[in-house]
């Protein structure tokens, strides 16, 4: 029986974009991250950072 955890995906925002494979999809990630950001600190919540990295 194996117990070891399967390997988890780097979920930082620079290997979320580079595991982006179509140029228009890198492109709509660099454009958005900034206006993400934005929402984020002006609510003061950072969770809008994970949601934006879940879509």
């Known amino acids: 029986m194996n117990t ?3 390997p988890q995906p ?8 580079q595991a982006l ?3 228009r999809d890198r492109a709509g ?4 991250l900034p206006v993400a950001v ?9 969770r809008e950072i994970e949601r ?4």
């Open 29 to 32: 990630f660099d454009a958005e």
């Open 38 to 46: 934005e929402k984020a600190r002006a609510a003061g919540d950072w």
């Open 10 to 17: 780097d979920r930082t925002l620079p290997a979320i974009r």
């Open 4 to 6: 070891t955890p399967e």
């Open 52 to 55: 934006f990295t879940h879509t």
């Open 21 to 23: 494979c179509h140029p």
